[in-house]
T-cell receptor, first 117, second 115 residues
Framework: KNQVEQSPQSLIILEGKNCTLQCNYTVSPFSNLRWYKQDTGRGPVSLTI?????NTKSNGRYTATLDADTKQSSLHITASQLSDSASYIC????????????????FGKGTKLSVKP | GAGVSQTPSNKVTEKGKYVELRCDPISGHTALYWYRQSLGQGPEFLIYFQGTGAADDSGLPNDRFFAVRPEGSVSTLKIQRTERGDSAVYLC?????????????FGPGTRLTVL
């Protein structure tokens, strides 16, 4: 069964600190992996997209890594800010061949991050 | 520029009623997606359109759910004989195409409550 598991479920950190969120997946065939940020009451916003050939991708203070062999990904947030408080969702696309289709996206339940002053 | 918009933002209905949820994608985006998000869960894929046709409707939970996109722009998600378990936030997203790097832009969602 295609699944995406995220940990921790929730996390509280102090402003300015770094943190790392984890994502493990069992999705086949794998097409790409995305990290989204979802503020409360809003739709998700894309942070990074990686295919199996990409090991790391950065977007400002966000850096995502991907190990397609172990089927693990992480999202590292550097120098956290209060505005980083949100849910971070790992999403894996189960495609057909390289590139695949965006239709079959499997979402994790998200990690709820709270950044405190 | 306008993003993805969804109406209504909130919908309260009674069990057994019919509801329609509307999505206005970003102009020019050919792909449109519907998701359902229950409290504390990640979004769950329902259906996606490429143009006017449903390219993948494998996520629709049963035949009470139906979606259309007659002119390749606005889409309507229709739910018949609503049940309490249908209560969730229904998210719509659009993207310029369906390539790997085509980002999906999400709307704010419609919160559906079935009493």
């Amino acid at each position: 069964k295609n699944q995406v598991e995220q940990s921790p479920q929730s996390l509280i950190i102090l402003e300015g600190k770094n943190c790392t969120l984890q994502c493990n997946y069992t999705v086949s065939p794998f097409s790409n992996l995305r990290w989204y940020k979802q503020d409360t009451g809003r739709g998700p916003v894309s942070l990074t997209i990686m295919t199996f050939s990409e090991n790391t991708k950065s977007n400002g203070r966000y850096t995502a890594t991907l190990d397609a062999d172990t089927k693990q990904s992480s999202l590292h947030i550097t120098a956290s800010q209060l505005s980083d408080s949100a849910s971070y969702i790992c999403v894996v696309s189960a495609g057909i061949g390289y590139g695949g289709s965006q239709g079959n996206l499997i979402f994790g339940k998200g990690t709820k991050l709270s950044v405190k002053p | 520029g306008a993003g993805v918009s969804q109406t209504p933002s909130n919908k309260v209905t009674e069990k057994g009623k019919y509801v329609e949820l509307r999505c206005d994608p970003i102009s020019g985006h050919t792909a449109l997606y519907w998701y359902r998000q229950s409290l504390g869960q990640g979004p769950e894929f329902l259906i996606y359109f490429q143009g006017t046709g449903a390219a993948d409707d494998s996520g629709l939970p049963n035949d009470r759910f139906f979606a259309v996109r007659p002119e390749g722009s606005v889409s309507t998600l229709k739910i018949q004989r609503t049940e309490r378990g249908d209560s969730a936030v229904y998210l719509c997203a659009s993207s310029p195409g369906t390539g790997v790097y085509n980002e999906q832009f999400f709307g704010p969602g419609t919160r559906l409550t079935v009493l």
